[in-house]
């Protein structure tokens, strides 16, 4: 099926180690963008790219890298893992960067920092 | 900046009643409005949307009206069903040449429907 698929969907980190979540699509969108969901905050953008080769920083990026060297594929780093790090990270894309269009959002990712 | 303030839940319902959740919005620009929803363990799903005033997005028999003179959104179904229990989020896009395309989400709001 057509969509975004986000990897892995469960992992826990210890404080200080890396780790790179991925994140892939095949509907050919240029738009892609990382979300981290916290509970009464919603969702914050963190980085997001509208298209290879570009990436921008969104509301809350720091402690975390992006490249967008194909079009498919988006991955998120988090460079030295903390607890405040704990989330649920989802993945989007969409047609373009207008947004009129709506998002496909990934089925998430839980990390836990310990 | 751009924000998005829905009402508090968590909301509990029983079947069949009317289901309202409010959103309202600011805006630098011209916004793009969105209801997604988000079922237990899943990602966030598009449920409708609306791209310009008046504008009436609908859904699964959900239902919202972009309304530019209160900045509202509100989500709206006549009927709900034990299956609609989920969160559902309120947001807005707005494009800058700029800046690219950042989609802005409320708060979330719980629906519980019990049968």
């Known amino acids: 099926n057509a969509g975004v698929t986000q990897t892995p969907k469960f992992q826990v980190l210890k404080t200080g180690q890396s780790m790179t979540l991925q994140c892939a699509q095949d509907?050919?969108?240029?738009?892609m963008s990382w979300y981290r969901q916290d509970p009464g905050m919603g969702l914050r953008l963190i980085h997001y790219?509208?298209?290879?080769?570009?990436?921008d920083q969104g509301e809350v990026p720091n402690g975390y890298n992006v490249s967008r060297s194909t079009t498919e594929d988006f991955p998120l780093r988090l460079l030295s893992a903390a607890p405040s790090q704990t989330s649920v990270y989802f993945c989007?894309?969409?047609?373009?960067?207008?947004?009129?269009?709506?998002?496909?959002f990934g089925s998430g990712t839980r990390l836990t920092v310990v | 900046g751009d924000s998005v303030t829905q009402m508090e839940g968590p909301v509990t319902l029983s079947e069949e009643a009317f289901l309202t959740i409010n959103c309202t919005y600011t805006?630098?620009?011209?916004?793009?409005l969105f209801w997604y929803v988000q079922y237990p363990g899943e990602g966030l799903q598009l449920l409708l949307k609306a791209t310009k005033a008046d504008d009436k997005g609908s859904n699964k028999g959900f239902e919202a009206t972009y309304r530019k003179e209160t900045t509202s959104f509100h989500l709206e179904k006549g009927s709900v069903q034990v299956s609609d229990s989920a969160v559902y989020f309120c947001a807005l896009s707005v494009w800058g040449a700029a800046s690219g395309s950042r989609l802005t989400f409320g708060e979330g709001t719980q629906l519980t429907v019990n049968p």
């Open positions: 790219s509208v298209g290879a080769g570009i990436t």
């Open positions: 805006a630098t620009g011209y916004p793009s």
């Open positions: 989007a894309s969409s047609r373009t960067g207008r947004g009129s269009y709506g998002y496909t």
């Open positions: 509907m050919n969108h240029e738009y």
